[in-house]
């Protein structure tokens, strides 16, 4: 080996630091700088290209979440509305129900009001009936124990009743 006088270590040193540099040299004049540099500025465009993609995936599911939460408030809203519309309607029902109930009622009551008034004019009717049965066989009874004592006065008067009316 060459060393020029110097000691080893420091020719060792010497002789690695010029192949260091015919090693640069030559990758210099091979255009590895250029390599490396284009490597590194194709692995920035893929990660800014998936940067710009992660961007646009997280605003399309960010537009997702937001129409999923607008259908999920008016699914909320339009179930509200359902419920509001089931209690109107069992009120309103109730309410038809309650009214019905009372003209059944008012129409039971007045059904029995005029079977109670036919059967009083009925009752009525048999005790007038029954008056009338006992009146005539009171009187029937009367006449017939007066015209006993009395029948032939009673014709005399009756004959001169009516010729003094003829007359």
Request: net charge negative; glycine share 4%; charged share 30%.
């Amino acid at each position: 080996m060459l060393s020029f006088g110097l000691d080893y270590t420091t020719a060792a040193t010497l002789w690695a630091t010029i192949g260091l540099v015919i090693f640069l040299a030559i990758a210099i004049y091979a255009g590895l700088p250029k390599m490396i540099t284009g490597m590194l500025d194709e692995r920035i465009k893929k990660i800014e290209d998936d940067l710009a993609e992660a961007k646009r995936l997280r605003s399309e599911a960010e537009a997702l979440l937001a129409d999923y939460e607008k259908k999920r408030v008016e699914a909320e809203q339009e179930a509200a509305s359902i419920v509001t519309a089931a209690q109107d309607e069992a009120k309103r029902l109730a309410a038809e129900a309650n009214e019905s109930l009372k003209d059944l009622v008012t129409r039971r009551t007045k059904a029995v009001e005029d079977k109670i008034a036919q059967a009083e004019a009925q009752a009525l009717a048999e005790v007038r009936a029954k008056s009338a049965d006992v009146a005539i066989e009171a009187a029937r009874i009367l006449l017939n124990k007066q015209v006993g004592e009395k029948g032939p006065a009673l014709i005399d008067q009756a004959i001169k009743d009516v010729g003094a009316r003829l007359n």
